[in-house]
C-alpha cells in the first residue's frame, strides 16, 4: 500500500479553529495550550499535590498566528497567513 499524499494537491480545506489563547491553571499557573490538555486535569497540580484540578483561565492569545487549514483528502495541516490567497469556495466551517 502506498499513501497517495504525494500526490495531494491539498484542493479540499477545511478552516480550523483559530488557535485561542493558552490556558493557565488556577492553582499552579501553568500554562498549557488546550490541544495538549485536552479533557484532562492540570499536570502539574497532579504531579506535585497528587490533585485533579479543572480550574483554567483563559489567557488571550497576543498573536493567533496564521490561520489553519486542513485538507480532508490527506489530512495534512496548512498554515496561511492570507487567507486571501485560498478561493473561497474550497472552504467551509468545519
Ligand atoms: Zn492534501
Ligand atoms: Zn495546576
Known sequence: MTPEMT??????????P????????RHCHLTIS????GDSFCPECY??????RYDFNKLDAEDPGPARYRCEE????????????IPRQTLRND
Open 18 to 25: 483559530e488557535k485561542k489563547g493558552r490556558l493557565q491553571c
Open 7 to 16: 500526490s495531494c494537491t491539498h484542493n479540499t480545506l477545511v478552516l480550523l
Open 74 to 85: 490527506c489530512g495534512v495541516i496548512i498554515f496561511y497567513k492570507s487567507p486571501m490567497n
Open 47 to 52: 504531579e506535585i499535590h497528587s490533585e485533579k
Open 34 to 37: 488546550p490541544e495538549e490538555l
